[in-house]
C-alpha cells in the first residue's frame, strides 16, 4: 500500500529486511556484493548482511522547490543526479553533487569556528556561553533546512552537541524562546482551544506518531515558570529521543500546553507568544490537560507520552492520574529517579561495593520537589529490594531538606509524597543544610533544588570530613549549569578528588592542585528516557510500570566498562548513547516480558531470548542517512 510507504515509513523498516538473506542462504545461493544471488563460486569477498546499512526508498508526492524547503526530504546539494532528474530538481541546485560525510564536514567547520554573533548580556546563564548559543543557532538552522544531515552530525558528535541541543544551553533557548522563534516546531493546545483538541490533533501531517513530550512551561529545568518557551524543552528531549533512541524525527510530536504564565516579565514581553493571563489551576487545568490526553491518544494510540517540567502540584497527580491506564512516564520524577538509582549503584562499583552497600548509605537529598521525592523513593525502593530494608528501615536512611530546612513529621501541610521520609524527631524541624551534614555525617550528598550554589564550601568540607571511611558521593543535579548545586571544580577541590562526583549538566574534568586529572559524571535522566520510551513503544506495553523502570535503572550501571570504573566515573560515556538506549530498552522490555506485557513481535522475541530482543530493538532503530526518493503523483496508490 503506497500511502503507508510514504513519509519515512521506510526507515523503520530495518527487521523487515532482515528475512532477505535467511531466505537467499537458506535456498542454498551466495550473495554477490549487488545483493544479487548467483549460483557460481566467487572469488571476491561477500561482505555479511546488515539490515542497519540499508538506505530504504520512501515516497514523495512533491517535486521540486517543494522538495528543498521540506527538512523531511531535503539533502540540500548531495541530491544525486538520477534524483534530479525525476524529481524535477534540475537546475535548482548547484550542479555538483556531493556526499553526505562532505556536508557534515563543512557544517562541523562552521561549528567550531570562533564567532562571537550574540551580545555578552545574554550569557548570564552560567556555563552557557556565546559560543554555545551560536552553535545552538547553527543547528537550528541546519535542522530547518535538512533534518537528516542534522540527526547524522548530531549522532556522530553526540557527546559534544548534547549540551547545546539539551541543557544547559537549552536553557537560554528556553529563557529567550519567544525572541529566537523562527519557524514552527511541535504543537500548541492552549485554554482557548477546549472543545477542539481533538480536531486539532489531526492538523498535525503525521499520521504515525510514536512518542510526544508534553510540558505546561511551568517549571522548566531549574529556571521556574517559562510560559509557552518552555515548548524548547520538548523539542530538546524528543531530538535526544532521535539520537539516542532511533525513534524517526517525523513520528516525534514535541507540545507545549498553554495555560497562562505567572511569569509577569514573560506575559507583559510584546513579544511573549503565549497567553497572556496567570496560570490557570483547580479542575479546570486537570480538564484541559484531560482533554489533551483523549485527544493525542484517540489519534495516535500507540505513542509513548512523556510529561515533562511540570510544577510540583500538577506532576505527581497528573501521573498518578494516567500512569495505571496510559503509556505514559513522568520523566522528572520517574527518569531522574531510575538515573539516580543507576549512579549510585554506579558510585558503588566505583569503590567496589555491591548494590546491596546502598542499605548502609546516609543520604542528604536538597530539594523535595518532584525530581528529589521521585529520587528518595526509588533510592529506598532500591534499598528494600537489594537489602530487604522494610520501608520504615529505608526511608530512616534519608535526611530531605527544602527551601524551609529539615523536612520532620513537625512541618505542617507536608505533601504526601514526602511524609514518609520526614524525619521523626520534631526538634530538627527546619535545620539548615550545613548543620544537617555536620550532624548526620551522609555519605551521599544529593541536589534537586534548582536554587543553584548550595552545596557551599562549607558544606562540602563538612561532607569530606563526616566520611572518613569512603568516598564522599556528591550529586548536584540541578539544571542548568546556572543553578547546580556545586560545580566539579568546587567539589574535587575541597575533597582533593576524593569525591564520586556527578552533576545535571555537563562538567568538564578537574585538574587538581597536585596535577592529577579527575574525571566527572553528568547525571541526568537522558541516560534512561530514551531507551524506557523505546522499549515502552516497541513492546507496546500499554502502562510502564515501576519494575520495568527497576530493571532501567540496574541495566545502566553494568553498561560502565572496568576501565571507566577504574577512573571514578558513574555512568557509561555519552558517546555509547545508541548502545546504552538498547540495553536500557532490552531491559526494560525483559522486565516488561516477565510481567505478561510484551505485545506483537517484542513478545515473541522475548520468548526466543535477550539477544534476540537485542537485535530487534537494534534493528528497529532509524539512523539518519538520505533515502532515495521516489516520486509518485498524487492519486495513485493512495
Ligand atoms: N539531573 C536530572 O536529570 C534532573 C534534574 N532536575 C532538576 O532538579 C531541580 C528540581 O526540579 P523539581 O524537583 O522538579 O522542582 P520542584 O520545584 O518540584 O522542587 C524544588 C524543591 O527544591 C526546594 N528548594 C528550593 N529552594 C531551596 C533552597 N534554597 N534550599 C533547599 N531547598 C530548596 C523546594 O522547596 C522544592 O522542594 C531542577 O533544577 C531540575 O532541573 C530535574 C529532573 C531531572
Ligand atoms: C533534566 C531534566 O529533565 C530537568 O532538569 O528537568
Ligand atoms: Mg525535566
Not at 498535525?204 to 512551561?217: K, L, R, S, Y
Request: net charge neutral; aromatic share 8%; charged share 20%.
Amino acid at each position: 500500500m503506497l500511502p503507508a510507504l510514504a513519509s519515512r515509513l521506510g526507515r523503520w523498516n530495518g527487521a523487515m529486511h532482515a528475512a532477505l538473506p535467511a531466505a537467499t542462504q537458506g535456498l542454498g545461493f551466495h550473495v554477490n556484493s549487488s545483493g544479487n544471488p548467483t549460483n557460481y563460486e566467487e572469488e571476491e569477498e561477500v561482505p555479511p548482511y546488515s539490515p542497519a546499512l540499508q538506505h530504504p526508498a520512501y515516497v514523495v508526492r512533491k517535486t521540486g522547490v517543494d522538495i528543498l524547503h521540506d527538512p523531511w526530504c531535503n539533502k540540500g546539494s548531495a541530491f544525486p543526479k538520477s534524483e534530479r532528474d525525476r524529481l524535477g530538481l534540475r537546475g535548482l541546485l548547484p550542479p555538483r553533487s556531493l556526499t553526505m560525510e562532505l556536508q557534515a564536514a563543512r557544517f562541523m567547520e562552521d561549528y567550531y569556528q570562533p564567532r562571537e554573533l550574540i551580545p555578552p548580556e545574554d550569557v548570564k546563564l552560567g556555563g552557557v556561553t556565546s559560543a554555545m548559543a551560536r552553535r545552538w543557532k547553527l543547528l537550528q538552522e541546519l535542522q530547518d533546512r535538512n533534518e537528516t544531515l542534522f540527526y547524522r552530525v548530531l549522532v556522530d558528535n553526540f557527546t559534544e552537541m548534547a549540551p547545546i541541543i539539551y541543557t544547559p544551553t537549552v536553557g537560554w533557548v528556553c529563557v529567550n524562546y519567544h525572541k529566537l522563534y523562527r519557524r514552527p516546531r511541535g504543537m500548541y493546545f492552549s485554554a482557548a482551544d477546549r472543545g477542539d483538541m481533538l480536531a486539532m490533533a489531526y492538523n498535525w501531517p503525521q499520521q504515525d506518531v510514536q512518542a510526544i513530550v508534553v510540558t505546561d512551561g511551568s517549571r522548566i529545568l531549574g529556571l521556574g515558570d517559562l510560559g509557552v518557551n518552555g515548548l524548547g524543552i520538548p523539542i530538546g528531549k524528543l531530538d535526544l529521543y532521535c539520537a539516542a533512541a532511533g525513534f524517526s524525527p517525523s513520528k516525534v510530536l514535541p507540545v507545549v500546553i498553554d495555560v497562562g504564565t505567572n511569569n509577569e516579565a514573560l506575559r507583559n514581553d510584546p513579544h511573549y507568544v503565549g497567553l497572556r493571563i496567570p496560570r490557570i489551576t483547580g479542575p479546570e487545568y486537570f480538564a484541559i490537560i484531560d482533554e489533551f490526553v483523549s485527544a493525542v491518544m484517540a489519534r495516535w494510540p500507540s505513542a509513548v507520552l512523556q510529561f515533562e517540567d511540570f510544577s510540583i502540584n500538577h506532576a505527581v497527580p497528573l501521573l498518578e492520574r494516567y500512569r495505571k491506564h496510559h503509556l505514559v512516564f513522568n520523566d522528572d520524577i520517574q527518569g531522574t529517579a531510575a538515573t539516580a538509582l543507576a549512579g549510585l549503584y554506579g558510585a558503588l562499583r566505583v569503590m567496589g561495593l555491591p548494590p546491596a552497600a546502598l542499605g548502609q548509605q546516609r543520604i542528604v537529598c536538597v530539594g523535595a520537589g518532584s525530581a528529589g521525592m521521585g529520587v528518595v523513593k526509588m533510592i529506598a525502593s532500591g534499598m528494600e529490594k537489594q537489602q530487604g530494608l522494610s520501608p520504615k528501615q529505608a526511608a530512616d536512611r534519608f535526611h530531605v531538606i527544602d527551601a524551609h530546612g529539615l523536612i520532620t513529621s513537625a512541618r505542617t501541610g507536608i505533601a504526601d509524597f514526602a511524609r514518609p521520609f520526614a524525619r521523626t524527631d520534631p526538634t530538627h524541624e527546619g535545620e539548615d543544610l550545613l548543620s544537617v551534614v555536620k550532624r548526620v555525617k551522609p555519605t551521599i550528598l544529593l541536589g534537586l533544588a534548582g536554587a543553584g550554589r548550595l552545596f557551599t564550601e562549607e558544606v562540602l568540607e563538612a561532607m569530606n570530613k563526616g566520611c572518613p571511611s569512603q568516598r564522599p558521593i556528591i550529586f548536584p543535579m540541578s539544571n542548568p549549569t546556572s543553578r547546580m548545586e556545586c560545580t566539579a571544580e568546587d567539589a574535587m577541590r575541597v575533597t582533593q578528588g576524593r569525591a564520586i562526583f556527578a552533576s545535571g549538566s555537563p562538567q568538564p574534568p578537574v585538574t587538581l592542585a597536585s596535577g592529577r586529572q579527575v574525571a566527572v559524571s553528568q547525571c541526568n535522566n537522558m541516560y534512561i528516557f530514551p531507551g524506557i520510551a523505546l522499549g515502552a513503544y516497541l513492546g507496546q506495553t500499554r502502562i510502564i510500570t515501576d519494575r520495568m523502570l527497576m530493571a532501567a535503572a540496574e541495566e545502566l550501571p553494568r553498561l560502565i566498562p572496568q576501565e571507566e570504573l577504574e577512573r571514578g566515573l558513574v555512568y557509561p560515556k555519552l558517546s555509547k548513547i545508541r548502545d546504552i538506549s538498547v540495553s536500557i530498552a532490552t531491559a526494560v522490555a525483559n522486565a516488561a516480558g516477565d510481567e505478561g506485557r510484551l505485545r506483537g513481535r517484542m513478545r515473541e522475541k522475548y520468548a526466543q531470548g535477550d539477544e534476540a530482543l537485542r537485535a530487534y530493538i537494534a534493528s528497529s532503530m532509524f539512523y539518519p542517512n538520505y533515502s532515495a526518493l521516489v516520486h509518485v503523483p498524487h492519486g495513485i496508490g493512495e
